[in-house]
C-alpha cells in the first residue's frame, strides 16, 4: 500500500481496507494528491506514486470535474471513463467523499472495470442482428412463396413443384440454422465444464466419414483417412462428432472437384507432444490471408454467396472452435491460395494412453 507522510493507526487501518476491495480504489486528498491506493489500482497505474496529483495519473476531464465537484458538494458521483491506449477499456469510476482522521474532505475514487461486460454486450447484440438476417432472408422467401401459391400459381402444377422444392430447401436452411444456434448455445453454457470421459477419436472420426462419404461422392471429393486403430482423448463423444462433421463437411463442399478432377480431403489422426491431432486437409482453391483470423467467428464467411448457396450457416467454424476450447485444445488454420487448406485440432489424451505413450 502506498501511503502520503502518516503512519497513524488509522492510516494503516485505511490502507488495510483499500486491500480488501476487489476494484482499483485511490484515497486523494482535497488538494487532489494521491495519499492511498490498493494493489488493483497500482497495477492500473504503473506510474501511481504517492504525493502524486490526480491530475497527472488519471487524464480524464470528466472524472477531474466529478472530482471538484464531490469536493465541493459532498456527495457522491459516478462518471464512465474510457482508456484508448494502448487498449480500449471501459471504467465506471465512483467518487465518494471519505471521513479520514489525517484530511477534512478526502475523496476516495473506485474504478470499476466494464470492458468485458461491454465487450459481451455488443456481441450478443451484434449476434442477435446477424441471426435475425440469416432467419429473415428464408423466412421472407417462404412467406412469398406461399402467397404466390395462393394466388396467381395455385392452378399452374408445374410453378407449385418447383415452388415447393425451393420452399423444401429454404426451411431446411432454417432448421440448420436453428440447430446450430441451439448447438452452440449449448456448448458455451457448458464451457467451463472440462469433459472427463475417454472418448476413442478414432471410431469417431471413422463414423463421420463413413456418414460423409455419399456427400463427398456427389462433390468430386474422395475421403482419405489415416489413422492407428484407437487413440483416446478426454472428451464428449457427441461434441467431437460435431467437431468431425464440421471440418470434413467444410473440406467437401470448399474443396470439391469443380474442375471435373476428383480431389482428396485428407484426414489423418496422430499423436503429437502428448497430444492427439486430427488434421483435415482439402485441396481447394484456398483462404486469403486476410480472412484466417476471423474465420471462427460466428456468421462469419470469405464468400457470402457460396456458403448460402452450399449451405452454410456460418457458425460451423464458431462451433469447433468453442468445443475446442471446453476440451481445452487448440485450433490452428492454415492455407494460402491456391493450396487448399488445413485444419488441425489438437486435444488432450486420455491420461492412461498419455501414459502409454510416453512409454514408446
Same mark, same amino acid.
Given at each position: 500500500?502506498?501511503?502520503?507522510?502518516?503512519?497513524?493507526?488509522?492510516?494503516?487501518?485505511?490502507?488495510?481496507?483499500?486491500?480488501?476491495?476487489?476494484?482499483?480504489?485511490?484515497?486523494?486528498?482535497?488538494?487532489?494528491?494521491?495519499?492511498?491506493?490498493?494493489?488493483?489500482?497500482?497495477?492500473?497505474?504503473?506510474?501511481?506514486?504517492?504525493?502524486?496529483?490526480?491530475?497527472?495519473?488519471?487524464?480524464?476531464?470528466?472524472?477531474?470535474?466529478?472530482?471538484?465537484?464531490?469536493?465541493?458538494?459532498?456527495?457522491?458521483? =459516478?462518471?464512465?471513463?474510457?482508456?484508448?491506449?494502448?487498449?480500449?477499456?471501459?471504467?465506471?469510476?465512483?467518487?465518494?467523499?471519505?471521513?479520514?482522521?489525517?484530511?477534512?474532505?478526502?475523496?476516495?475514487?473506485?474504478?470499476?472495470?466494464?470492458?468485458?461486460?461491454?465487450?459481451?454486450?455488443?456481441?450478443?447484440?451484434?449476434?442477435?442482428?446477424?441471426?435475425?438476417?440469416?432467419?429473415?432472408?428464408?423466412?421472407?422467401?417462404?412467406?412469398?412463396?406461399?402467397?404466390?401459391? /395462393?394466388?396467381?400459381?395455385?392452378?399452374?402444377?408445374?410453378?407449385?413443384?418447383?415452388?415447393?422444392?425451393?420452399?423444401?430447401? /429454404?426451411?431446411?436452411?432454417?432448421?440448420?440454422?436453428?440447430?446450430?444456434?441451439?448447438?452452440?448455445?449449448?456448448?458455451? /453454457?457448458?464451457?467451463?465444464?472440462?469433459?472427463?470421459?475417454?472418448?476413442?477419436?478414432?471410431? !469417431?472420426?471413422?463414423?463421420?466419414?463413413?456418414?460423409?462419404?455419399?456427400?463427398?461422392?456427389?462433390?468430386?471429393?474422395?475421403?482419405?483417412?489415416?489413422?492407428?486403430?484407437?487413440? =483416446? !482423448?478426454?472428451?464428449?463423444?457427441?461434441?467431437?462428432?460435431?467437431?468431425?462433421?464440421?471440418?470434413?463437411?467444410?473440406?467437401?463442399? &470448399?474443396?470439391?472437384?469443380?474442375?471435373?478432377? =476428383? *480431389?482428396?480431403?485428407?484426414?489423418?489422426?496422430?499423436?503429437?507432444?502428448?497430444?492427439?491431432?486430427?488434421?483435415?486437409?482439402?485441396?481447394?482453391?484456398?483462404?486469403?490471408?486476410?480472412?484466417?483470423?476471423?474465420?471462427?467467428?460466428?456468421?462469419?464467411?470469405?464468400?457470402?454467396?457460396?456458403?448460402?448457396?452450399?449451405?452454410? =450457416?456460418?457458425?460451423?467454424?464458431?462451433?469447433?472452435?468453442?468445443?475446442?476450447?471446453?476440451?481445452?485444445?487448440?485450433?490452428?488454420?492454415?492455407?494460402?491460395?491456391?493450396?487448399?487448406?488445413?485444419?488441425?485440432?489438437?486435444?488432450?489424451? &486420455?491420461?492412461?494412453?498419455? *501414459? /502409454?505413450?510416453?512409454?514408446?
Amino acid at each position: 500500500m502506498v501511503g502520503l507522510e502518516h503512519n497513524s493507526r488509522d492510516t494503516v487501518l485505511l490502507t488495510s481496507l483499500l486491500e480488501a476491495i476487489p476494484e482499483p480504489v485511490m484515497v486523494i486528498t482535497p488538494a487532489s494528491r494521491i495519499v492511498a491506493a490498493n494493489a488493483d489500482a497500482r497495477a492500473l497505474f504503473p506510474a501511481l506514486r504517492p504525493g502524486e496529483l490526480l491530475a497527472l495519473l488519471l487524464r480524464s476531464p470528466d472524472v477531474l470535474d466529478a472530482v471538484e465537484r464531490v469536493r465541493t458538494r459532498g456527495k457522491p458521483e =459516478t462518471v464512465a471513463w474510457r482508456e484508448r491506449v494502448p487498449v480500449e477499456r471501459i471504467f465506471d469510476v465512483k467518487v465518494a467523499p471519505l471521513d479520514a482522521p489525517f484530511s477534512e474532505r478526502a475523496i476516495v475514487l473506485t474504478l470499476r472495470d466494464l470492458t468485458e461486460a461491454h465487450r459481451v454486450e455488443r456481441m450478443r447484440v451484434d449476434f442477435v442482428a446477424n441471426a435475425s438476417h440469416e432467419l429473415r432472408t428464408p423466412l421472407a422467401s417462404l412467406l412469398g412463396f406461399v402467397e404466390t401459391l /395462393q394466388g396467381a400459381a395455385r392452378d399452374d402444377p408445374r410453378a407449385r413443384d418447383k415452388f415447393l422444392v425451393i420452399m423444401r430447401d /429454404q426451411a431446411r436452411r432454417m432448421a440448420r440454422l436453428v440447430e446450430d444456434l441451439l448447438s452452440l448455445s449449448h456448448i458455451e /453454457q457448458n464451457l467451463h465444464l472440462r469433459p472427463e470421459t475417454p472418448i476413442d477419436l478414432v471410431s !469417431v472420426v471413422g463414423h463421420v466419414v463413413d456418414t460423409l462419404t455419399p456427400m463427398a461422392l456427389e462433390n468430386g471429393v474422395t475421403l482419405e483417412l489415416q489413422a492407428p486403430e484407437e487413440i =483416446t !482423448v478426454t472428451g464428449d463423444r457427441d461434441e467431437l462428432v460435431l467437431v468431425a462433421e464440421n471440418l470434413i463437411e467444410n473440406a467437401i463442399k &470448399y474443396g470439391d472437384g469443380s474442375d471435373d478432377e =476428383t *480431389k482428396p480431403v485428407e484426414i489423418a489422426i496422430t499423436v503429437e507432444n502428448g497430444r492427439a491431432v486430427l488434421t483435415v486437409r482439402d485441396h481447394g482453391p484456398g483462404i486469403a490471408p486476410e480472412h484466417l483470423p476471423r474465420l471462427t467467428e460466428r456468421f462469419y464467411r470469405v464468400n457470402v454467396g457460396e456458403s448460402r448457396a452450399k449451405g452454410g =450457416t456460418g457458425l460451423g467454424l464458431a462451433i469447433v472452435k468453442h468445443i475446442v476450447a471446453r476440451h481445452r485444445g487448440r485450433l490452428t488454420i492454415e492455407s494460402s491460395l491456391g493450396e487448399g487448406a488445413t485444419f488441425r485440432v489438437f486435444l488432450p489424451l &486420455y491420461p492412461e494412453e498419455k *501414459k /502409454q505413450f510416453s512409454n514408446h
